[in-house]
T-cell receptor
Framework: SQTIHQWPATLVQPVGSPLSLECTVE??????LYWYRQAAGRGLQLLFYSVGIGQISSEVPQNLSASRPQDRQFILSSKKLLLSDSGFYLCAWRGTLAEAFFGQGTRLTVV | GQNIDQPTEMTATEGAIVQINCTYQ??????LFWYQQHAGEAPTFLSYNVLDGLEEKGRFSSFLSRSKGYSYLLLKELQMKDSASYLC????????????FGKGTSLLVTP
């Protein structure tokens, strides 16, 4: 069966520091992968999606970036975090019905 | 673009039935999804509708009317553990099959 791993679960980072969140998927090949963010009082916002290695599409302009160095690895990064980057970050992959299956999420607090 | 609306909050009594509505406007409908999200956790997939009508899955049912841009999630025999946020999502035609989410409906089940 397919599983998705995301870490860390919780992260507190100072403003201006870098960020790297990693997501890996097991049990499937060539998955569509997604990064979402859920900020307080807001819905889940699609940040990036990837349909294959090295292929990244950005939905929202911001100081975040994503990379897909391997088929089942998806990384979210930032060179300098802003206070507004605080939120719940979720990695997801696409199931057979096009539903999204989510990782456990990373709660990021920028201080 | 896509616009998805659902009520912010609802309250219902244990054992009762509750209906959570969702309306959407989209360019190129390709499926509607419902998710459940408990506080501090990642969303979990509940149901999927692509054709008009009712899909039943245990205590949960989901209805879709594509001509009206309308869906609802019906929860029967409410239990305290059903207290959660319920997210309506529409599949995007052009975003690697990513889902666009509404802001969610926070359901409180009371004794």
């Amino acid at each position: 069966s397919q599983t998705i791993h995301q870490w860390p679960a919780t992260l507190v980072q100072p403003v201006g520091s870098p960020l790297s969140l990693e997501c890996t998927v097991e049990g499937t090949s060539n998955p569509n992968l997604y990064w979402y963010r859920q900020a307080a009082g807001r819905g889940l916002q699609l940040l990036f999606y990837s349909v294959g290695i090295g292929q990244i599409s950005s939905e929202v302009p911001q100081n975040l970036s994503a990379s897909r160095p391997q088929d089942r690895q998806f990384i979210l990064s930032s060179k300098k975090l802003l206070l507004s980057d605080s939120g719940f970050y979720l990695c997801a992959w696409r199931g057979t019905l096009a539903e999204a299956f989510f990782g456990q999420g990373t709660r990021l607090t920028v201080v | 673009g896509q616009n998805i609306d659902q009520p912010t909050e609802m309250t219902a009594t244990e054992g009762a039935i509750v209906q959570i509505n969702c309306t959407y406007q989209t360019s190129g409908f390709n499926g509607l999804f419902w998710y459940q999200q408990h506080a501090g956790e990642a969303p979990t997939f509940l149901s999927y509708n692509v054709l008009d009508g009712l899909e039943e899955k245990g205590r949960f049912s989901s209805f879709l009317s594509r001509s009206k841009g309308y869906s609802y999630l019906l929860l029967k025999e409410l239990q305290m553990k059903d207290s959660a946020s319920y997210l309506c999502a529409v599949r995007a035609k052009d975003s690697g099959y990513a889902l666009n989410f509404g802001k969610g409906t926070s359901l409180l089940v009371t004794p």
